[in-house]
């Protein structure tokens, strides 16, 4: 038993006699590190550079506090130190045109602000010169300025088209661009499908215009009794205060040279028929029976004139036959704007302009755009070589017959027309 006690001892003794040997050996060699929390050394972990190379660097005997930066890292500095300066003025330049953009930036925002502002305040001018004359403030009486909306027939009421999707109310004025504004509504109202996509029309240009003067695709105060019944007039009531209401006007007589252009200076079966043959029989002597279409009466150089067609809108005996045709009549009587109270007044003169203005206050400026397509061609600087054939007379009374368009809407009165 001692014997063997003798013999473990030993071989525990000589075991750990060779372990120490070995671990003293590695640790010379480099193999093994009994200080791991050492730092390493630098040349272990980084080769040298080239002597001469421009990305050496020399370093103090004592390195352990001050590593050596890698290759790149010298790369990197260097090359910040030497295009140092090219870098600082990219940066300066590139600072100027950011503060350029801003300054650019902030002078369109104040051009839309100021042009805001004047636009806001325009409006304004025009809703007070209408309240001022349906008041009587200005001494410019007409029918129907001081009665009640209810009081307003049904008839005439057509001409308020209601869009309760975007609630809209717009009073349309025939040849005030009223084509491109019922296109407008058709497209708000998704009240005509497209034949070739099956789907409502997107773009209020696309809209065929014939088809948009067809009543029956636009909502109508007048159209409200069939709908609602007896809350019809409660209904309107309510859609008047809250709804958005516009309507866009032009100066009264340069209305009526269009007018007379468009529907009695070319052939048009519809107006020969029911007014000019009227005009032709009662101002005109014709002897003999007149031709029975428009196409006949034109080749046969037998149409109505300017004069004739204002006699018809003075002679007493028009009015007591039947109403106003919407193409003449009195912007007053269509749209009621002593009774309605317009948040937007816009005008044919001002058409782009006051178009653009008022998608925006619509809200709707980003669904569509005002169709861009041919205006009018009557232009104002005509106006008086239209008149200068008639009388100064008819002039003045004529003037009489429109004079609350002129004074509501703020059109200046035709001096040089009514006493040239």
């Known amino acids: 038993m001692g014997t063997w006690r003798g013999l473990r001892v030993a071989f525990i003794l000589g075991s750990l006699f060779m372990i120490l040997l070995i671990i003293v050996y590695w640790d010379d060699v480099g193999g093994f590190n009994l200080y791991p929390l050492q730092e390493p050394k630098h040349e272990s972990l980084h080769p040298r550079a080239t002597a001469g190379s421009p990305h050496s660097t020399s370093r103090p005997q004592n390195s352990s506090s001050s590593p050596v930066p890698t290759t790149a890292h010298s790369t990197t500095l260097v090359s910040e130190e030497t295009g140092g300066a090219a870098g600082e003025l990219t940066e300066e330049e590139g600072k100027e045109k950011q503060e350029q953009r801003q300054q650019e930036t902030r002078e369109d925002e104040e051009k839309e602000r100021s042009r805001t502002t004047a636009d806001n305040r325009e409006q304004e001018d025009r809703k007070q010169r209408i309240m001022g004359v349906c008041s009587g403030k200005d001494a410019v009486e007409f029918p129907g300025s001081t009665r009640p909306f209810e009081q307003i027939p049904n008839r005439e009421l057509d001409h308020l088209i209601v869009d309760d999707t975007h609630q809209i109310i717009y009073c349309y004025v025939p040849k005030v661009a009223c084509t491109n504004w019922k296109r407008v509504m058709v ?58 209401k516009f309507l866009f006007v032009r100066d009264p007589f340069v209305r009526l040279i269009s007018a007379f252009r468009n529907k009695f200076g070319k052939p048009n079966e519809d107006f020969y028929k029911q007014f000019g043959s009227v005009m032709l029989r009662r101002y005109a002597n014709v002897s003999g029976s007149l031709p029975e279409t428009a196409a006949e009466a034109f080749a046969a150089g037998i149409k109505p004139t300017f004069q004739q067609f204002i006699t018809y809108l003075l002679d007493p005996e028009t009015e007591r036959e039947s109403i106003f045709n919407e193409h003449w009549r009195q912007v007053y009587r269509l749209c009621h704007p002593c009774q ?43 106006e008086r070589d239209w008149f200068a054939q008639i009388p100064i007379a008819m002039r003045r009374e004529l003037y009489k017959l429109y004079e609350p368009d002129f004074e509501l809407f703020g059109y200046p009165k035709p001096d040089s027309t009514l006493h040239q």
Do not use: C
């Open 187 to 244: 497209v708000l109202s998704q009240s005509l499908i497209s034949p070739s996509s099956g789907k409502p029309y997107t773009d209020p240009e696309a809209v065929p215009p014939d088809l948009v003067h067809n009543s029956s695709i636009h909502l109508t105060f007048a159209k409200f009794w069939r709908h609602y019944g007896s809350l019809s007039r409660h209904l309107m009531a309510l859609k008047l205060q809250h709804y958005t």
């Open 340 to 382: 309605v109270k317009y948040d937007f007044i816009g005008r044919l003169e001002s058409l782009e302009t006051d178009a653009e203005h008022l998608l925006k206050l619509l809200e709707v400026d980003h669904l569509l755009h005002f169709p861009s397509g041919a205006r009018n061609r009557t232009a104002a600087s005509w």
